[in-house]
């Protein structure tokens, strides 16, 4: 039996990658797409030699690491995606990484907060999606136009319920 750390993107894409056995021998491990923490790969014929004089069969226990970006449930990835005010309001096409690399996507006009977007097929190879959490931020200094634009603004929602 081994253990074998592997980073959460190859989890959700699938490949290969690389052992290093209590022999001192490397061996090639092909990884599923999905496979998750505690699962268990069987290579046949690679572990330790036992009393018929046959190799066995070497078990290895993935631990998938955690991302700093995504996060996984089921077959589905999550991202959360910053946008600007402009984008929010206007829509246009924004970078969104996934778990095989960035792609361009199209966010619709008064696209504002606690929207989720859907990237279908972007998510764990072959089966999940890329659900995209659109979070709008602001200037980190102040703007003058956008202050004054808001303070002219007659709000249709000024009575808006909320909590």
Do not use: C, H
Not at 36 to 42: A, I, P
Not at 106 to 132: C, E, F, M, Q
């Amino acid at each position: 039996s081994y253990e074998l750390t592997i980073p959460f993107d190859l989890s959700v894409t699938g490949g290969e990658t690389t052992i290093a056995l209590g022999n001192g021998k490397r061996l090639k491990v092909k990884i599923p797409a999905g496979v998750s923490t505690d699962s268990t790969l069987r290579l046949k014929g690679q572990g330790s030699v036992g009393a018929n004089g046959r190799a066995g069969d070497a078990l290895i226990k993935i631990k998938v690491q955690d991302s700093p970006v995504f996060t996984r449930e089921g077959d589905n990835v999550s991202v959360t995606v910053p946008i600007t005010l402009k984008e929010a309001v206007l829509g246009g096409k924004i970078p969104v990484p996934t778990p095989s690399g960035v792609v361009m996507m199209t966010i619709p006009a008064y696209s504002g907060g606690n929207k989720t977007l859907r990237l279908k097929g972007k998510g764990v190879k072959g089966k999940g999606d890329l659900l995209v959490s659109l979070q709008v931020v602001l200037p980190e200094k102040p703007d003058t136009a956008l202050t004054e634009f808001m303070q002219s603004w007659n709000e249709p929602y000024q009575n808006l319920k909320r909590g």
